[in-house]
């Protein structure tokens, strides 16, 4: 049940209605009409702006329409007033009977939310895809739980979603991974070892070269890099990306498909990707402009091999092949988005760090070109996360060697909390995550306020099922507080295809905070209004009907931590 998508029903039917009886001209558009919640809750339940949108194209006025369409609204039983305002704003409110079926509906529905807006699109969301020289750090943390909201988000909207880590093991950077488990390898031998610039020195590589020792015995002692580099490497990778696996476990998160860069090179695949483009016209050679902010002088013009990303969005055509004949960073990257596109994908969204603003016009210009514009492709940014402990920058983890760890921030506080922190800012804000502040039980901390909501009702349940409380699925609601709650939960599958359209999970936490507050300052009436308490004492039947709002307020909260990945709480201690 989508309330808000069944009233809007009732409203294209009434202006359909009017065009069939010449209230309105033929040939309008109705895809701008719209049935949201009001600005303020005081004008009534729902608004649309349906006169507003349609004044312009029926050549009426916009309360001219407003007050037609009031009229043929106000006769179905749903609808107990509509009233015209301002300059043909229309607000309606709702028959008591409506909020009463609302709830019985969240109850009996499998899955109230759910949405087939989606319609099993197949999308692919990639996420983390850290290179594998390391633990995931704190950075990768809010990437990884953005990334595995989105998808969750996603599939409850009836997408079809695949989770993709893409492994970064093509570059320059796992031959100094393999240099730097190589010095640890010679430590497990006894040897003394420097660290120098360029190399990796954290303490987590100390068991991967006492494990390379137990596989090896001392058959790289004292050889040349050119016997070792590359057995070490592969090595050295596989260990890191156990590793990763392990730290996203932490976390909840479980891919479904992990990537190698590597296996793009040598296999044809980054010449075959550049060939359709080729084959597109779009691959030429040419000499770029200097870049903005160099000297002539500083300059050195060279021919290169090109990238017509400026017909498809770009700033500027980019370099696929260096003047010496090499991949630039950018080819394996189309490479790897057009296995996408041939895997049959229909939308792809990339979440990269902040620090990869400058990649997006060209990789959404290399997959509008590859997909003749039929696949789309976002790219999400996630902002840099400042931790605090004890009103304090946290510090950098010793083991890592130069960064926090994704497995400091889970060890202080868990991956529920961190989960669902992550996610109460939008994810191109920066974050500010306090130790201190995401424990602490008060109404300013949004995981304890969701989580202390849902703990309540189970204690409610708990109490009821003591008492012997045959359950009900229908409500008595007649208080204002009762009312607002209700109001709330028929939010939630509107929400929830906003969401998944906007890829913006950091709704859904947001949402769960008003449906908590709201379900919280009803807990609170009770104290001054005992009619309004949930368990009635002495009152089974009384009590069952009580407490059928709350077990309502349980189902969505329960869906919506699911989407963020969080445990809901059965209490609180």
């Known amino acids: 049940m989508n309330l808000f998508a069944d009233i809007r029903t009732l409203v294209i039917d009434a202006l359909t209605q009017m065009v069939s009886e010449g209230a309105l001209p033929e040939g309008l558009s109705f895809d701008n009409v719209a049935v949201e919640p009001p600005r303020d809750a005081a004008h009534g339940d729902m608004a649309t702006n349906a006169a507003m949108v349609l004044a312009k194209p029926a050549k009426m006025k916009p309360r001219d329409i407003a007050e ?84 969750s988000l996603l599939d409850f909207a009836g997408h079809d979603v695949t989770r993709e880590y893409y492994i970064n093991d093509g570059g320059a950077q796992v031959d100094v991974l393999a240099r730097s488990v190589y010095l640890r390898y010679l430590e497990a031998h006894g040897q003394e070892v420097a660290f120098e610039d360029g190399t990796y020195p954290g303490d987590y590589l100390v068991p991967v070269g006492q494990a390379l020792k137990a596989k090896v015995g001392d058959a790289y002692i004292g050889k040349p890099e050119s016997e070792w580099l590359v057995e070490i490497r592969e090595f050295a990778t596989e260990a890191m990306m156990d ?173 529920d909390v961190t989960r669902f922190v992550m996610l109460t800012r939008k994810n191109d804000a920066p974050l500010d995550f306090d130790f201190d502040k995401v424990l602490e039980q008060s109404k300013d901390n949004p995981v304890f306020y969701v989580q202390y909501a849902h703990a309540r009702v189970r204690s409610v349940m708990r109490k009821a099922e003591e008492q012997g409380v045959t359950l009900t699925n229908t409500p008595h609601l007649q208080d204002e507080a009762e009312l607002a709650v ?16 906007t890829h913006e999970p950091h709704r859904i936490a947001f949402y769960l905070y008003e449906l908590a507050s709201e379900f919280h300052a009803l807990w609170n009436r009770g104290n001054d209004k005992p009619e309004l308490r949930f368990l009635q004492d002495g009152n089974n039947d009384s009590t069952a009907a009580k407490i059928a709002l709350p077990r309502a307020v349980a189902v969505v909260i329960s869906s919506g931590l699911g989407i963020l990945g969080v445990t809901p709480a059965e209490e609180m201690r």
């Open 68 to 151: 037609v369409l009031a009229g043929k609204l106000a006769e179905d039983a749903r609808i107990d007033v509509a009233e015209v305002a301002g300059p043909g704003f229309l607000n309606l409110r709702l028959s008591a009977s409506v909020w009463t079926g609302l709830v019985e509906a969240v109850l009996a529905t499998d899955g109230y939310g759910r949405s087939a807006v989606g319609a099993g699109q197949k999308v692919n969301v990639e996420y983390v895809s850290a290179n594998p020289t390391g633990p995931l750090h704190v950075g990768h943390t809010r990437g990884a739980v953005f990334g595995d909201a989105l998808a």
């Open 243 to 415: 590793l990763i696996r392990e730290d996203l476990a932490q976390l909840g998160v479980k891919m479904d498909v992990f990537f190698s860069e590597k296996s793009l090179y040598g296999t044809g695949r980054i010449e075959g990707a550049l060939e359709a483009l080729t084959d597109k016209g779009l691959i030429y050679e040419g000499v770029l402009e200097p870049p903005k902010g160099k000297k002539p002088e500083d300059w050195e013009p060279r021919e290169q091999t090109l990238f017509k990303s400026t017909e498809h969005g770009d700033d500027v055509d980019r370099p696929v092949k260096k003047s010496d004949g090499s991949w630039t960073y950018f080819a394996p990257d189309i490479a790897y988005h057009f296995d996408k596109v041939e895997r049959g994908f229909d939308a792809l969204i990339d979440v990269f760090g902040a620090d990869h603003g400058g990649y997006v016009k060209r990789m959404k210009a290399a997959v509008s070109a590859l997909s003749d514009g039929r696949v789309p492709l976002d790219i999400k940014l996630t902002q840099l996360v400042k931790l605090y402990k004890n009103g304090e920058p946290f510090k950098m983890s010793k083991r890592a060697g130069t960064f926090v760890t994704l497995r400091d921030v889970v060890d202080q506080v868990g991956a």
């Open 486 to 501: 209700a109001k709330k939960l028929a939010e939630w599958p509107r929400l929830v295809e906003i969401a998944a359209r």
